[in-house]
Nanobody
């Protein structure tokens, strides 16, 4: 199974930016699809963004579209999430995830990912 470690979280004021990074180690075949999810207190874990190995397909939740950008560096085995124009409602624990299969035209879901990082806190103050 792939091991994933997130970094780059923290506290930022509303309107600010943060860049999350996720470093992967282990079988490369299980990282075709890389993504970010988040979970706020008392809420279910929700999809944020995902990217395929080539970078040719990127999906975003409607709530972050136009503000967040996902990218990956296959040589470095990292996936990044640039978060701009942050809002207090973006406050959550953010999780990096990896999956080995394509999902076609639909939006990725939790079940498409079988490796998860431990999560990193992002707090946006108003």
């Amino acid at each position: 199974q792939v091991q994933l470690v997130e970094s780059g979280g923290g506290l930022v004021e509303a309107g600010g930016s943060l860049r999350l990074s996720c470093a992967a180690s282990g079988p490369t075949g299980s990282t075709y699809l890389m993504g970010w999810f988040r979970q706020a207190p008392g809420k279910e874990r929700e999809f944020v963004a995902a990217i395929t190995r080539s970078g040719g397909s990127r999906d975003y939740a409607d709530s972050v579209k136009g503000r967040f950008t996902i990218s990956r560096d296959n040589a470095a085995r990292t996936v990044n999430l640039q978060m701009n124009s942050l809002k207090p409602e973006d406050t959550a624990v953010y999780y990096c995830a990896a999956g080995g299969a394509a999902v076609g035209l639909r939006m990725p879901t939790l079940s498409d990912f079988d490796s998860w990082g431990r999560g990193i806190q992002v707090t946006v103050s108003s």
